[in-house]
């Protein structure tokens, strides 16, 4: 998945992996964006399977132990949150070719043909308003489109808009413009 952040691409992921139609045994969430950043959570899937390895092997031993554990199997889902790189998952991607990968990135160019891309985008105006009024029901909503607007129409803007509305019922949207 791809598209700006704030736009709900973790957010679609993480509801995916626990909810989507796969038939996986082990799901695991990587922060992925740099090639240093995916190996503590393969030391830390390493520990996970075998918590006695985390006394006895090092880091890089650990992230090789889990690396070569998703080799091995089937049946897995790992989502690489928030990718900066499509070299920086490469190696990862060419060893653990057995399982699943949900990639989640803001690059629009540089993936391969293996990969399906899905482009989120913003939401429609009315879609941004309809998501703040149904948070914020029975509230007034002066100035929720020109909030919505100003936000760029970016879910996650909208729902912190919407949680700092919460927090102060006297407030109406108009006036957390700047």
């Known amino acids: 998945m791809r598209g700006l952040g704030g736009v709900g691409k973790s957010e679609l992921a993480a ?3 626990a909810t989507g139609p796969h038939r ?8 992925a964006d740099s090639a240093a950043a995916v190996q503590n959570p393969l030391g830390d899937l390493a520990t996970a399977l075998q918590p006695a390895l985390a006394a006895a092997l090092p880091p890089d031993a650990l992230a090789e132990f889990g690396l070569q554990w998703l080799a091995a199997h089937r049946e897995w889902l790992v989502v690489l949150d928030n990718v900066t790189g499509p070299a920086d998952i ?3 991607i060419a060893r653990a070719d057995r399982g699943r990968f ?3 990135s803001r690059l629009a160019a540089g993936w391969n ?3 399906t891309t899905i482009h989120l985008d913003v939401l429609a105006p009315e879609e941004s ?4 009024a149904g948070i ?3 509230r007034d909503l002066d100035g929720a489109f020109e909030l919505c607007a100003e936000l760029g129409q970016l879910p996650f803007a909208l729902v912190q808009s919407t949680a700092y509305l919460e927090q102060n019922p006297l407030l109406p949207p108009v006036a957390t413009r700047a």
Do not use: S
Request: glycine share 0%; hydrophobic share 55%.
């Open 113 to 115: 043909h293996c990969v």
């Open 24 to 31: 996986c045994r082990l799901v695991r969430w990587f922060t």
């Open 90 to 92: 490469a190696p990862l």
């Open 129 to 132: 308003y309809d998501l703040l």
């Open 136 to 138: 914020l029901a029975d």
């Open 102 to 104: 949900l990639i989640t």
């Open 15 to 17: 509801h995916w992996a």
